[in-house]
């Protein structure tokens, strides 16, 4: 990066949020598909969330987990898709450097809480069938309120660095930010600050929030399927695959879109193909969340019937 005298430097406090600047002809098609896509992981999420608190089937640790992902996927999908629709339609994407601290935080935010949840969704799997005649004795309202409460928490004190880090930069070459939102990536790319420590924080905290959570699941997952073989009905251990085998799935999804998205140097970044993949991870997962992980579900699916 070119050296800028201090001096001389301006920084820039408001930012100008492109989006899909190729693609301006399609915006009226932008905006239809990104309304559907948030309406549906709204209602669809909702219905998790309002079954989950209603149905007495449905109040089981497994179930309380799914209602806290819902939530994220809810949380997540507000904080950027809404911003997204309307500056397309009222063509005003500038934005402040404060609000679009506060939109990264909470993309980042919600993220990590999500990293999170799936690993104790792994986790409650791994009881289930590791060791189901203790399932409820550890997996008591007290114990998945704590560790429900730990995912929030973590994920939400996680991504402080980053909401520092895009406040106190300096954005001095163009405050063009070439995004459809305010992405850590895109920032650290238009940044003329140094953003070598930063970089060097996403990668450790992608190890611990990130990796770590990844490591914890496959383990968990390694256990489960050791414990599944070892059944002798062929129908047992169908159910047993058929229970976490949809939930593996969204993991390798949710995990490979973001760890390929941030676990990289900012020299190898292509902003474009990472904008694609952000809005696969924006639109595509919060709708698939629920519906390939819960909806498949035999409880699940006698509640909505109901």
């Not at 969704?121 to 007290?142: G, K, Q, S, T």
Request: glycine share 4%; aromatic share 16%; proline share 3%.
């Amino acid at each position: 990066m070119p050296h800028i005298d201090a001096e001389n430097r301006t920084c820039a406090k408001v930012l100008l949020v492109l989006g899909f600047k190729y693609y301006c002809a399609y915006e009226f098609l932008f905006i239809i598909l990104f309304s559907v896509a948030y309406l549906q992981v709204i209602m669809v999420n909702m219905l998790i969330v309002t079954l989950g608190c209603f149905c007495h089937q449905l109040q089981k640790p497994m179930f309380f987990f799914l209602m806290n992902l819902s939530v994220a996927d809810i949380c997540f999908s507000s904080w950027i898709m809404p911003w997204m629709i309307t500056s397309i339609f009222l063509k005003n994407r500038s934005i402040s450097l404060t609000a679009c601290a506060m939109q990264m935080y909470g993309f980042l935010a919600f993220t990590s809480s999500e990293f999170l949840l799936l690993s104790a969704m792994a986790y409650d799997r791994y009881v289930a069938i590791c060791n189901p005649l203790h399932y409820y004795l550890i997996m008591n309202r007290r114990f998945c309120a704590g560790f429900a409460a730990g995912c929030w928490l973590l994920g939400f004190a996680d991504t402080f660095p980053h909401a520092w880090f895009t406040l106190r930069a300096c954005y001095c070459s163009s405050n063009r930010l070439n995004h459809f939102f305010c992405d850590l990536t895109a920032l650290m790319k238009m940044s003329c600050s140094e953003t070598y420590s930063i970089e060097r924080i996403t990668y450790v905290e992608g190890a611990f929030l990130g990796v770590g959570p990844f490591v914890l699941t496959v383990t968990s997952y390694v256990f489960i399927i050791n414990t599944v073989l070892k059944i002798q009905s062929t129908e047992g251990r169908a159910k047993a695959f058929s229970t976490c085998s949809s939930h593996l799935m969204i993991v390798v999804i949710f995990y490979g879109t973001t760890l390929s998205m941030y676990m990289r140097p900012t020299s190898t970044f292509s902003l474009e193909v990472n904008k694609m993949i952000t809005l696969i991870y924006v639109m595509i997962i919060p709708m698939l969340n629920p519906v390939v992980y819960s909806l498949r579900n035999r409880e699940l699916n006698r509640a909505l019937k109901m």
